[in-house]
Nanobody
Framework: QLQLVESGGGLVQPGGSLRLSCAAS????????MGWYRQAPGKQREMVAL???????NYVDSVKGRFTISRDAAKYTIYLQMNSLKPEDTAVYYC???????WGQGTQVTVSS
């Protein structure tokens, strides 16, 4: 079983930055792709960014050039650096592991003046 613990959410003004972290513990030996999803009120959960065990990344178009996902493989930890934040980035952000499929508890990101 895998446990995911997220941190780093909060309230930020438009144009500001936040950094999310997600640390995995437990059955970590088979972890492959990890990433971040988000869900805004009244909307479906969407993929934000993914990173494979080899370091390949994939982003939703709306965050390309503003968000960067990275990974510390030794610590089974991923990060999401979010710059130039916009009000439409407001959502609960969830850490995700593809296999064994696992979700974090979510961390709120609010972008507002």
């Amino acid at each position: 079983q895998l446990q995911l613990v997220e941190s780093g959410g909060g309230l930020v003004q438009p144009g500001g930055s936040l950094r999310l972290s997600c640390a995995a513990s437990g059955s970590t030996s088979r972890i492959g792709t990890m990433g971040w999803y988000r869900q805004a009120p009244g909307k479906q959960r969407e993929m934000v960014a993914l990173i494979t065990s080899g370091g390949s990344t994939n982003y939703v178009d709306s965050v390309k050039g503003r968000f960067t996902i990275s990974r510390d493989a030794a610590k089974y930890t991923i990060y999401l650096q979010m710059n130039s934040l916009k009000p439409e980035d407001t959502a609960v952000y969830y850490c995700y592991v593809q296999f064994p499929i696992s979700w974090g508890q979510g961390t709120q990101v609010t972008v507002s003046s």
